[in-house]
Nanobody, 130 residues
Framework: QVQLVESGGGLVQAGGSLRLSCVVS?????????????MAWFRQAPGKEREFVAA???????NYAASVKGRFTISRDDDKHTLYLQMNNLKYEDTAIYYC???????????????????WGQGTQVTVSS
């Protein structure tokens, strides 16, 4: 069983920054380790559908939602099995629960489709005050 645990959320003023982390543990994805698998961040605001934020493939291809491009940066440390999301210039509308997700199939691209991801964390709350 693969576990994803997010951390780093909190309350921040508009214009501020936060860095989210997601640690992957448990058995590896099929016969591969963490490295070749695409990881992603999604978020869900109150009363809204879950939406894509950013994804990063094992080959370091990235994909960002238009609403966060230029403000958020996704990265990974394969040795630590950890995914990061650096969020700068936060806006009120970034307030949401942020979820980490992992694609169990290795060597695929950074999809923005939630159905492509097999493992999900419990989420971490990000609240931006205006």
């Amino acid at each position: 069983q693969v576990q994803l645990v997010e951390s780093g959320g909190g309350l921040v003023q508009a214009g501020g920054s936060l860095r989210l982390s997601c640690v992957v543990s448990g058995r590896t994805f099929s016969s591969y380790t963490f490295g070749p698998n695409t990881m992603a961040w999604f978020r869900q605001a109150p009363g809204k559908e879950r939406e894509f934020v950013a994804a990063l493939s094992g080959s370091l291809s990235t994909n960002y939602a238009a609403s966060v491009k230029g403000r958020f940066t996704i990265s990974r440390d394969d040795d630590k099995h950890t995914l990061y999301l650096q969020m700068n210039n936060l806006k009120y509308e970034d307030t949401a629960i942020y979820y980490c997700a992992a694609d169990a199939m290795p060597l695929r691209g950074p999809s923005n489709l939630s159905v492509r991801y097999d493992y999900w964390g419990q989420g971490t709350q990000v609240t931006v005050s205006s």
